[in-house]
């Protein structure tokens, strides 16, 4: 069994968390055709990659997710004394990504706050199995931590208002100008 934890609170990973969260709002800014996400890459403390959702309609930007970007930023797959060890995710990372992560031996850590099964509970994803759930079955190769401070999750959820997808065709349409007008009003 691998660890699987969640931490209502948690100094250090919360602020890192703001910072994923920060990408997946400019996501939903900027790309009004994928789930906003976003991710940060970690070499210890320090951020060594930055990614968010793409729908590729930004040059040099293919369509990918977050945490691989953030990856690839972090330079993790070219020869690089300082690999990410750690992906910190405002959304828990889908399958594919998991997997990406897993084949990366420098990842020692999964962070993320979002839940998929919350974003299926609003018809984002579908249902599939949790990470939660796999990390209880399988030795996966990487902790993985849960964040469920309200604030944080409160944060993380605002882009996903505005988020709407056909769970058949994969189209996912965000409200660019919705979420823009909503940040423009938002108490800090
Ligand atoms: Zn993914």
């Known amino acids: 069994m691998s660890a699987f934890e969640t931490y209502p609170e948690h100094l250090f990973f919360d602020a890192v968390a703001n910072k994923a969260i920060d ?19 970690l070499f210890g ?11 590729g309609g930004e040059p040099g930007l293919d369509h990918m997710h977050a945490e691989l970007v953030a990856l690839e930023a972090a330079g993790n797959r070219l020869i690089n004394p300082f690999p990410a060890d750690t992906v910190v995710s405002s959304m828990e990372p889908c399958e594919s990504c998991q997997e990406v992560i897993a084949l ?24 599939r199995r949790s990470i939660e759930e796999r990390a209880a079955q399988f030795e996966l190769p990487y902790n993985v ?44």
């Open 45 to 55: 403390a320090a951020i060594v990659g930055i990614g968010y959702a793409s729908d």
């Open 145 to 188: 931590v849960r964040l469920d401070n309200p604030d944080v999750n409160q944060r993380a959820l605002e882009p996903f208002n505005y988020t709407t997808r056909d769970l058949i065709t994969g189209k996912t349409k965000v409200d660019s100008d919705g979420f823009r007008a909503h940040i423009a009003q938002r108490i800090r």
């Open 104 to 127: 990366d031996e420098n990842i020692t850590t999964v962070v993320f706050v979002t839940p998929r099964t919350e974003l299926a509970g609003r018809g984002l994803v579908n249902h």
């Open 23 to 41: 990408l997946a709002e400019r996501s939903a800014l900027k790309n009004g055709k994928d789930i906003p996400v976003g991710a940060i890459a």
